[in-house]
């Protein structure tokens, strides 16, 4: 089945603990993005990468860091998490040429 | 670079009424344009999509969505609502350019009433 896998689905964890939150797909898709869901706010791009070894930022990056050794893989990293990324972040990937987009379920951040 | 609004935050409205979720956009290039809808604890599950060709495109449970370029808006529509379809919708956008950024607009809770 073609899909997006995240994980955790939930994490709580403590300020300042460094996290890793895995997304890989199984479509060989070379796109490959990070948002996060926020009350009123809707879903806003953290980072995107266009193939492999080829990332940039979104719209809001700061505090947290990516990478994409393998085109299936793209973890977003949270170095030192503050109250503040308490979030649902999402991943999703597209191919190229296409204009669909394949989402995860979704992974629920609380950071306390 | 494109953005999405979304004017209403929730619209309330009781089972069987019809409903309509308003969306525009602004680009300075063509579009693609999507409705993705979010029930209560669950994640992001594309609603309907427009691409190209006909400007009324339709969703398999009822919904249905009709690209107006010269207004640059994308309303999602419909006839009679169950109490079933409470969720949050979103309305998304991407530029039919080099980019692959989905933007989205910051959505609409459908509150559905017996």
């Known amino acids: 089945e073609a899909q997006v896998t995240q994980n955790p689905r939930y994490l709580i964890t403590v300020t300042g603990k460094k996290l890793t939150v895995t997304c890989s797909q199984n479509m060989n898709h070379e796109y490959m993005s990070w948002y996060r869901q926020d009350p009123g706010l809707g879903l806003r791009q953290i980072y995107y990468s266009m193939n492999v070894e080829v990332t940039d930022k979104g719209d809001v990056p700061e505090g947290y860091k990516v990478s994409r050794k393998e085109k299936r893989n793209f973890p977003l990293i949270l170095e030192s998490p503050s109250p503040n990324q308490t979030s649902l972040y999402f991943c999703a990937s597209s191919f190229q040429g296409s204009a669909g987009y394949t989402f995860g379920s979704g992974t629920r951040l609380t950071v306390v | 670079a494109q953005s999405v609004t979304q004017l209403d935050s929730q619209v309330p409205v009781f089972e069987e009424a019809p409903v309509e979720l308003r969306c525009n956009y602004s680009?300075?290039?063509?579009?693609?344009l999507f409705w993705y809808v979010q029930y209560p604890n669950q994640g992001l599950q594309l609603l309907l999509k427009y691409l190209s060709g006909s400007t009324l495109v339709e969703s398999i449970n009822g919904f249905e969505a009709e690209f107006n370029k010269s207004q640059t808006s994308f309303h999602l529509r419909k006839p009679s609502v169950h109490i079933s379809d409470t969720a949050e919708y979103f309305c998304a956008v991407r530029g039919q350019d080099s980019s692959y950024k989905l933007i989205f607009g910051s959505g609409t809770r459908l509150l559905v009433r017996p």
């Open positions: 680009s300075s290039v063509s579009v693609y």
